[in-house]
């Protein structure tokens, strides 16, 4: 069965460093997404992409964020600046028409 | 704003039982509504969609209805297993949402032996 890959699966990285998360979506689907959970908390929407541009953005995803699509296959979540409170478990999606969405394992990024 | 209710308190039932979890919105009139499993340190995996105009849908030992006036989701899990035990998460999603899913709490699932 397809699925999303992401890597790494776990980052650990310092204050005010930039991470680039990385996310290889299911090769036929044109919708992609980020979400991330706190630990102990719900799953929450960051962005969605579609035709190589952001289709919609939630608060969380401000100035310190940013998605691309660099080639074609892989779709990358960029932190320029990292705080403390971005220590997260990072999920990519991906979905075709259907709606139903299909998860990558996630990235556990830890901000030390 | 709009709000996604699910049984805040774990559910713990015997095996073999059948499990039925609740999902409650509000400030919504969703197209579809979507349920998924996590597991600890996973992400969520797609299990079941229903639509607005399907009263009831099933998929092996699923089953989910939706109730589109009473604003209500209920997911069944029959004859159920230890393997089921799990966080489930119910996903409205209207129309003019953007594909963009909003998630509930979810509900932490135990089924004993």
């Known amino acids: 069965e397809p699925e999303v890959t992401q890597t790494p699966s776990h980052q650990v990285t310092q204050m005010g460093q930039e991470v680039i998360l990385r996310c290889v979506p299911i090769s036929n689907h044109l919708y992609f997404y980020w979400y991330r959970q706190i630990l102990g908390q719900k799953v929450e929407f960051l962005v969605s992409?579609?035709?190589?541009?952001?289709?919609?953005k939630s608060e969380i995803f401000d100035d310190q964020f940013s998605v691309e699509r660099p080639d074609g296959s892989n779709f990358t979540l960029k932190i320029r600046s990292t705080k403390l409170e971005d220590s997260a478990m990072y999920f990519c999606a991906s979905s075709g028409s259907n709606y139903g969405y299909t998860f990558g394992s996630g990235t556990r990024l830890t901000v030390v | 704003s709009q709000k996604i209710e699910q049984n805040s308190e774990a559910l713990n039932i015997q095996e073999g039982k059948t499990a039925t979890l609740t999902c409650n919105y509000t400030n919504y009139s969703p197209a579809y509504l979507q349920w998924y499993r996590q597991d600890p340190g996973r992400g969520p995996v797609f299990l079941l969609l229903?639509?607005?105009?399907?009263k009831e849908k099933r998929k092996e030992r699923l089953k989910v209805t939706f109730d589109t006036t009473l604003k209500q989701s209920l997911f069944h899990i029959t004859a159920s297993q230890p393997a089921d035990s799990a966080t489930y998460l119910c996903a409205p999603l209207s129309r003019n949402q953007g594909g963009k899913l909003i998630f509930g709490q979810g509900t932490e699932l135990s089924v004993k032996p």
């Open positions: 229903i639509r607005e105009n399907e």
């Open positions: 992409f579609y035709n190589n541009e952001i289709s919609e």
